[in-house]
């Protein structure tokens, strides 16, 4: 799953006033591989139309499409994935909804959550917070290296890391187990989302 070397997790309240699709496109443009729609405030109706709009474009770049929580949004535009947070249903009645139409992720802040994560079946481990940062303080403390370490040892599903990450932390996210990473801030907030997305990938590409 290539895609998983770099994610972008929306939220629109970090692009400084710019439309959040017109942000994502320059990001996808500089080749971008995935895209995790995470506006939890929305509406259903809102969420949708903005879900279709990201679906428009990432499809147009040949990029992954993740929706946050909902299975139903996921399904109704068309999205490649849904991921599952601590408060989301179960990943097993996930399924149920979805068949196989979608991949089911799982957004996980410890260990055993990880294991429990890989024993009911998800596709893929979103693991962190990794580092401090304002956007996951309300999940806790940073969970550091030594804690990726540890879940990279307990599970053989792929890990993507995330909170905090930058193109200068990419190689010990990936030398813990990684497979890799995903952002927020780091790119929607940059002046050229275009050009902090490729230093993610260039980061990624030399310590892969």
Known sequence: M???????????????????????????AAGLPAVQLREKDLPPAELVALAR????VTHAHGAALVVNDR?????????????RTTTSMPI????????????VAASVHSRDEAVAAEETGADWIVFGPMYDTPSKRRYGAPQGIE?????????????????????????????????????????????????????????????A
């Open 2 to 28: 290539d895609e998983l070397k770099l994610c972008l997790v929306t939220d629109r309240s970090q692009t400084g006033s710019r439309d959040l699709v017109d942000v994502v496109g320059e990001a996808l």
């Open 147 to 207: 804690k990726l370490e540890a879940v990279a040892k307990a599970v053989r599903t792929p890990i993507v890391a995330i909170g905090g990450i930058t193109p200068a932390r990419v190689p010990e996210v990936l030398a813990a187990g990684a497979c890799g990473v995903a952002v927020i801030a780091a790119i929607l907030a940059a002046p050229s989302p275009a050009a902090a997305t490729r230093e993610f990938l260039d980061a990624l590409a030399r310590h």
């Open 53 to 56: 709009r990201l679906r428009e």
């Open 92 to 103: 097993a009645d996930m399924r149920i909804v979805a068949g196989n139409r979608l991949r």
């Open 71 to 83: 299975v139903d949004v996921a399904l109704a535009v068309g999205a490649d994935a849904v991921q």
